[in-house]
Each structure stands twice: as structure tokens, then as C-alpha cells.
């Protein structure tokens, strides 16, 4: 299994601001893939963060908007920018196991916007 | 998007055993059908997935029909803490990480 570390848990901010979030995984994994989580909502799939390379994003996020960076093979950082309260959700950071059967996530940075 | 079906809600008595289906008529042929929980306030948490045969482990079992458009995800004793939201995806091998979440079902089990 991959242990996977989130920071900031949980976090309150003001409209407009930005916030980075970041993920660290105990062991080396290609691909590392972000969430969103709005209240009472399911999951759904932000981007897929490659080191080495520019994100891949999901229709309806732009890189404007959630900038992320894989500096290597260990850790990831995303940054929701120019925060409104619609963007108050959990983030989750999530990889794909070493046996190629499973995805581990991490457990979600909580983000209110006021 | 999510291109499976599952009922929003299902309950079941502590000990029995809940039996979760999923539609997922438009599966491809190399697409595995997974099965992931959310309890709440954590990140999903993986169970089990399978193609086309049965499968089985500690925590479950994984029934698909022959022609693969529907599968039961069985808890076999089901307990308080299995309390959750459960979701069926299809997802490729190539691209298990990245997954569409449909709406799932929320089991709740009750003493």
C-alpha cells in the first residue's frame, strides 16, 4: 500500500486569495492525480500530474485556475487560485499502487472560502 | 463522466450480508469494474475489482454477470463500521488512477 500525506487538513481563506496544497507519498509512483469533493458530492477527477510534464487536465479545470506542480516522483502541489466561496470543497490527492490494481488516497484538505 | 448505475441508498442488520449491485451496460471489453468505499470525512478506500470472473477477498466478494452489464459487490457480514458511501467504476488497467466517480450508494448498517 502507499501512505499519502496531505497538507494542509483543513484550512479557512478569504475570497480572492490562493492556497497550496500539497502531497507527499511514502514511495516512488509515476502518476499522481488530484480530486475534488464538493459538499455532499462525489468525487471528481481534477487533473493527472506526471513528473516530468505538464499536468493533464479534465474538461472544466484549467491550469489558470489550479496550477499544479510534480517536481519529482515523491510529491505533488496543487493551488487553487483566485479563491470564491464555490470553491470550498476537499481536495484529495490520490496514486496508483505498485501492483497496478488499486489507487490510494490521501485523506483530503477541507477548504472553506469566506 | 461516471457511466454506472447504482442505487442512492441501501441499509442492511449488522451480521447479514449487504449486497450492493451496479448497472454498467456500456462496459468495454478491457475496462475492470472496481469497487471503492467512503466512510465518511476520510479519502476512498479500495475493495475489490474484477473483469469478467468472480472474485473474492478479505473483505468482500465480487459477483459480474456473464454478459458483464451488472455486478453485486457482497459484504458478507456487515458491520457498523461498513457504514458508507460505495461506488462502482469502470476503469481501464492503463488508467486505474483515473477515475470517474458516479454518485454511489449509501449503505448504512444498523444494529
Known amino acids: 500500500s502507499a501512505v499519502i500525506s496531505q497538507k494542509p487538513s483543513r484550512d479557512i481563506c478569504q475570497r480572492g486569495t490562493s492556497l497550496t496544497i500539497q502531497c507527499q507519498v511514502d514511495?516512488?509512483?509515476?502518476?499522481m492525480f488530484w480530486y475534488r469533493q464538493q459538499p455532499g458530492q462525489s468525487l471528481t477527477l481534477i487533473a493527472t500530474a506526471n513528473q516530468g510534464s505538464e499536468a493533464t487536465y479534465e474538461s472544466g479545470f484549467v491550469i489558470d485556475k489550479f496550477p499544479i506542480s510534480r517536481p519529482n516522483l515523491t510529491f505533488s502541489t496543487l493551488t487553487v487560485s483566485n479563491m470564491s466561496p464555490e470553491d470550498s470543497s476537499i481536495y484529495l490527492c490520490?496514486?496508483?499502487?505498485?501492483?497496478?490494481?488499486?489507487?490510494?488516497f490521501g485523506q483530503g484538505t477541507r477548504l472553506t472560502v469566506v | 463522466d461516471a457511466k454506472t448505475t447504482q442505487p442512492p441508498s441501501m441499509d442492511c442488520a449488522e451480521g447479514r450480508a449487504a449486497n450492493l449491485p451496479c448497472n454498467h451496460s456500456t462496459i468495454s471489453g478491457n475496462e475492470y469494474v472496481y469497487w471503492y468505499r467512503q466512510i465518511h470525512s476520510q479519502g476512498p478506500q479500495y475493495i475489490i475489482h474484477?473483469?469478467?470472473n468472480n472474485e473474492t477477498n478479505e473483505m468482500a466478494s465480487l459477483i459480474i454477470t456473464e454478459d458483464r452489464k451488472s455486478s453485486t459487490l457482497i459484504l458478507p457480514h456487515a458491520t457498523l463500521r461498513d457504514t458508507a458511501v460505495y461506488y462502482c467504476i469502470e476503469a481501464r488497467g492503463s488508467t486505474l488512477g483515473r477515475l470517474y466517480f458516479g454518485r454511489g450508494t449509501q449503505l448504512t448498517v444498523w444494529p
Open positions: 514511495s516512488q509512483v509515476t502518476m
Open positions: 474484477g473483469l469478467k
Open positions: 490520490s496514486v496508483e499502487g505498485r501492483r497496478d490494481t488499486e489507487a490510494f
